[in-house]
Structures are given as structure tokens and as C-alpha cells.
Nanobody
Framework: QLQASGGGLVQAGGSLRLSCAAS????????VAWFRQAPGKEREGVSC????????TYADSVKGRFTVSRDRATNTMYLQMSSLKPEDTAIYYC????????????????????WGQGTLVTVSS
């Protein structure tokens, strides 16, 4: 089970930190990711951490602005978002999958089996 939180309204240039509390996803066997979906658009991969990987993957649109991390002690994943833009406005979802994912599929929503309920991020201009 995944529970996302931390969304809200922020001005352009501001920051937010999203959290995703997980039940039973503490192990390195799980690949985890953040996705977002804006109104009228398809779900988009934002960032992911593959199981047993050396580091996270980011979508080009958020590189240098977003940072993903996972705290194994508390079974929580975070997405630190900085320099937010109006185009970052979306519902953000966390997702997980047991076992490895090909690097090419890390940001593909079809790779994941478990999803949180989503948290809304609104960036005003």
C-alpha cells in the first residue's frame, strides 16, 4: 500500500516536498517511482529508482530541479521539487514494483504494479 502526500498550491519558483509512505516496500527488491498527470494529458514519468540500482533516473523536464530519495528505515520515498513552474501542475502519484525494471522502462507507468492515490500540486504563475 502506498500513501502520497505533500501536495499543495505554490508560486512559480517555489518548492514542495512530496512524500510516499509505503507498507511492505522497504526492501531493495522494489523499484519505486514518481509519476504525474496533468488535466487532459497522459501520465508522465518524473523520477524512478530501480531496485539495486546505483542512482535515480529523471525525466528531462525535471532534471536539475527535482530530487528523489528513499528512506529505508521509515519506508518512505520523497520527491523534493524546486524551481517549480506552472507546467509542473499535475496530480503526482508514487508507484512501486517488486523486482528489477529495465532502465529503458523505469519511467514507463506500465512497469509498476502498485500505485498511491495521488496528491495535487498546483503551481501559480
Amino acid at each position: 500500500q502506498l500513501q502520497a502526500s505533500g501536495g499543495g498550491l505554490v508560486q512559480a519558483g517555489g518548492s514542495l516536498r512530496l512524500s510516499c509512505a509505503a507498507s511492505g516496500f522497504a526492501s531493495d527488491y522494489h523499484s519505486v517511482a514518481w509519476f504525474r498527470q496533468a488535466p487532459g494529458k497522459e501520465r508522465e514519468g518524473v523520477s524512478c529508482i530501480r531496485s539495486f540500482s546505483n542512482g535515480p533516473t529523471y525525466a528531462d523536464s525535471v532534471k536539475g530541479r527535482f530530487t528523489v530519495s528513499r528512506d529505508r528505515a521509515t519506508n518512505t520515498m520523497y520527491l523534493q521539487m524546486s524551481s517549480l513552474k506552472p507546467e509542473d501542475t499535475a496530480i503526482y502519484y508514487c508507484a512501486a514494483r517488486f523486482n528489477r525494471i529495465l532502465a529503458s522502462m523505469c519511467l514507463d507507468p506500465s512497469s509498476y504494479d502498485y500505485w498511491g492515490q495521488g496528491t495535487l500540486v498546483t503551481v501559480s504563475s
